[in-house]
C-alpha cells in the first residue's frame, strides 16, 4: 500500500463523499464520510463499520480519538450522566492577542460545550464522579474552565464520598491565559490530594494525547493509571524534546506501552475492555459488600 | 519609565546574576547540603539543604543555573530532571518530620525536555510535588531569583507566600515557546513576553504573587530579603498545620477568571 498524506486524501475523499451522500450522524473526530483511512495502517475503513467497533480499527487496533461525550456513553451506564457545571466558559483576562476570537471559533465548532465535561454517572451500577477531555476544544488545553471544572469535580467527590473515574486528554497549558493557567496544575492538584485523603478512589484513563500541564497535575495523580493502546503520554511534547536533544525519538517513545514498561502506568486496557475493566477496579473498591456471601 | 517585559526577562537570565548557591550563602549561615533522591541519583540542578536563617533552622530548595561554564554544564543550565523534584520532596518532607520551614529558590527556565527526563516520569515527579507540597505541615515560601519557567518552577512553588526578586519573571511557558507555537515566529519574542504578563508588577496585580523584593540598592538585597524573610517565616510559624494547609490551598484555589453562566 502506498504511503499517503492522510489529511490530503480525507479532504479530498470528504468533498467526493460530500457530494454523494449527507451523512446521517455525524460522530465527532472520525470524518463524517463513507470512508476513511486508519492512520494505523493505511487501510481504507467504512466508518460505519468503525463505529461498530468502538472507533478501533479493525485491522490493526488504532484507537481513533472520540469525543467527550462520546466517552461519557461509553462507559457510563445507559441515561445515568448528568452533567456537572455546564455554565462555566472561558473569559479572555489577559486581553491576549487572538484569544477572543479563538474561543469564539471553538465554540461554534463544539457546540458551545468547552473542554472538559464533567458529572455523575454509574459505572456497572457503581456512582461514580466522571470527567472526560475533549480536543474539539483547543486541543483540551488547560487553562481557568478546565483548573475550576475539575477542582469543583473532585471537591463535591469528596463531599459526597464518590470515586472519580477520569480521561485525560490535553495538549498542555492555555497560554494564552498566562501564569493563570499554570496556577490550575496546583489547584487541581489539592483537590485531587484532600479526594485521596479522604480514602476515595481516583482511576485515570490516559488518551491520545495527553502531554504538558495535564500530565504534570491530574493526569499522573490516579490511585490507578490505566491508558489506551498508543496513546502519547509526556510531559514535554516530542518536537520540543526532538530540538532539545537534537536527535530522532527511538519507536515507540511516550506511547502508553512505553510509559507501562517504564513503571509509569499500570496497565495498557484496549477500548473494547475499558468498561469491564473499570467496573473490576470499582467493585474492588466498593466501601459496603452489597451481599453477604461476597458476591457483587 | 518602567521596563518593558522584555528587557526584565533579559536581565533575568543574565548569567552574571547571583544564583540560587549565592542566595544561599548570603542567607543562611552553618548551610549543610544534602543530596540524592534515593531513587535514582542526584540532580545537580537543585541544591538542597538546611541551614540557620535568622538564626531559625530552615530546609532550603534552589534551582541552580550554575556559576562558570563548567559549572552550568554539570548542573544542566538549571533545568531539573525528575530526580531532582523528588530530591527536593525528600527534603520537603525531612523539613515536615522536624518541624522546620522550607525555602525554594526558583531559577529555571523549566524542567529539563529530553529523552532521560520523560523515561524517568517527569511529568509524574512535578505532580507528585504539587500534590504533597499542598498538604506539607510547614511553612513554604518561595521565591523566584531569575527565570520562572513553568511546571519546572511551579514544582518548588507550592507555597504558603511567593515573592519574586524586582527583575525576575514567572511564566506559563517561555515567550520563545509562546511565539513559536502560536504565531510560528520566534522572533515575535518581545510580543510575546508582554502578552503573557510575565513581569513581577503583572503577576503582583494579578495575585499571584505577593511581594516584589526590591534590587535596588545592589547591596541591600540580600540583607533586605532575609529580613523579610525572618519575619514572614516567623509569623507563618505561628499558624496549626491545618491553618497552614488551609491557607495553601485557598491561595491556589482563587486562581481563574471564568464566566458561570
Known amino acids: ?296 | 519609565m518602567p521596563m518593558e517585559a522584555y528587557e526584565i526577562l533579559q536581565t533575568a537570565r543574565d548569567t552574571a546574576r547571583p544564583s540560587g548557591k549565592q542566595f544561599i550563602r548570603k542567607l543562611c549561615t552553618d548551610f549543610i547540603e544534602l543530596r540524592g533522591d534515593r531513587r535514582f541519583g542526584d540532580d545537580h540542578a537543585i541544591i538542597g539543604g538546611i541551614g540557620r536563617l535568622a538564626g531559625m533552622p530552615v530546609t532550603v530548595i534552589a534551582q541552580e543555573r550554575g556559576e562558570d561554564l563548567n559549572d552550568r554544564a554539570r548542573r544542566n543550565f538549571g533545568s531539573p530532571h525528575p530526580e531532582g523534584y523528588r530530591k527536593a520532596l525528600r527534603l520537603m518532607k525531612q523539613a515536615e518530620k522536624f518541624r522546620r520551614p522550607v525555602l525554594c529558590l526558583v531559577d529555571t527556565s523549566g524542567a529539563y525536555s529530553g529523552i532521560a527526563a520523560e523515561e524517568r516520569g517527569q511529568g509524574q515527579a512535578i505532580a507528585e510535588n504539587l500534590m504533597e507540597m499542598m498538604v506539607l505541615k510547614v511553612p513554604i515560601i518561595t521565591v523566584v531569583l531569575g527565570e520562572g519557567g513553568s511546571g519546572g518552577a511551579l514544582a518548588l512553588a507550592v507555597a504558603n507566600q511567593v515573592w519574586m526578586l524586582e527583575n525576575s519573571v514567572y511564566s506559563v511557558i517561555s515567550p520563545e515557546g509562546c511565539a513559536t507555537i502560536l504565531w510560528k515566529n520566534a522572533a515575535r519574542v518581545k510580543e510575546a513576553s508582554a502578552a503573557l504578563h510575565i513581569t513581577p508588577e503583572d503577576l503582583l496585580a494579578l495575585g499571584a504573587v505577593e511581594k516584589i523584593i526590591p534590587e535596588v540598592p545592589a547591596g541591600r538585597v540580600f540583607d533586605n530579603l532575609k529580613a523579610e524573610l525572618a519575619k514572614t517565616f516567623t509569623a507563618l510559624k505561628a499558624l496549626t498545620p491545618e491553618e497552614l494547609c488551609g491557607q495553601r490551598y485557598q491561595r491556589f484555589r482563587q486562581y481563574g477568571v471564568y464566566a458561570e453562566g
Not at chain 1, 104 to 126: N, Q
Not at chain 1, 242 to 256: D, N, S, V, W
Request: aromatic residues 6%.
Open chain 1, 1 to 296: 500500500m502506498p504511503k499517503f498524506n492522510f489529511k490530503k486524501s480525507r479532504n479530498r475523499l470528504e468533498g467526493l463523499v460530500n457530494q454523494l451522500t449527507q451523512p446521517s450522524q455525524p460522530a465527532p473526530n472520525v470524518p463524517d464520510s463513507l470512508c476513511v483511512p486508519c492512520p494505523g495502517c493505511e487501510v481504507m475503513l467504512f466508518t460505519s463499520e468503525l463505529a461498530e467497533n468502538l472507533n478501533v480499527c479493525p485491522q490493526c487496533g488504532h484507537h481513533f480519538r472520540l469525543s467527550a461525550p462520546q466517552r461519557i456513553q461509553l462507559i457510563c451506564d445507559a441515561g445515568s450522566f448528568t452533567p456537572w457545571d455546564e455554565g462555566l466558559a472561558s473569559k479572555d483576562p489577559l486581553q491576549f492577542p487572538g484569544y477572543a476570537a479563538k474561543l469564539r471559533h471553538s465554540r461554534l465548532k463544539t457546540g458551545g460545550t468547552e473542554e472538559v465535561l464533567c458529572g455523575a454517572g454509574s459505572i456497572a451500577g457503581t456512582a461514580c464522579a466522571v470527567f472526560a477531555m475533549d480536543q474539539d476544544f483547543m486541543m483540551g488545553s488547560m487553562g481557568s474552565v478546565v483548573g475550576e471544572k475539575i477542582t469543583r469535580l473532585f471537591e463535591r467527590a469528596t463531599r459526597e464520598r464518590l470515586p472519580v473515574v477520569g480521561f485525560t486528554l490535553s495538549g498542555g497549558a492555555r497560554m494564552q491565559e498566562g501564569i493563570l493557567s499554570l496556577m490550575q496544575m496546583a489547584k487541581t492538584s489539592g483537590a485531587v490530594k484532600y479526594h485521596s485523603e479522604a480514602g476515595l478512589l481516583y482511576i485515570t484513563v490516559l488518551t491520545d494525547p495527553t502531554t504538558g500541564g495535564v500530565t504534570a497535575s491530574f493526569g499522573m495523580e490516579g490511585d490507578i493509571l490505566l491508558a489506551e493502546p498508543g496513546a502519547l503520554i509526556g510531559f514535554a511534547g516530542p518536537r520540543v524534546i526532538e530540538q532539545t536533544m537534537r536527535q530522532k525519538l527511538p519507536k515507540g517513545f511516550q506511547k502508553a506501552e512505553f510509559l507501562l514498561e517504564k513503571g509509569f502506568l499500570d496497565a495498557v486496557i484496549p477500548r473494547k475492555r475499558l468498561k469491564a475493566t473499570l467496573a473490576h477496579i470499582l467493585r474492588l473498591h466498593r466501601e459496603e459488600e452489597p451481599h453477604a456471601d461476597g458476591s457483587v
